[in-house]
């Protein structure tokens, strides 16, 4: 008997309610699989909000962050 037919089997012996629960749980492993496939970078995400960093700017605010950040800790 395969996988698929198993838990048919399963699931008609289960209560209205529970046969939910199931496919709530089915649709939550199959969301889980899907969405790491499709996950895109940072910058494709921003893409539409029509911002340019540059590399400068980056570098500029980094400096700013970290310029009073006590050395003798290192």
Known sequence: MSIEQTVLEKLRQLPLDKQQELLDFAEFLYQKITNKSSLRSVRGLCADLKVDI????IAKARKEMWGNFPRDII
């Open 54 to 57: 540059t590399e400068k700017e």
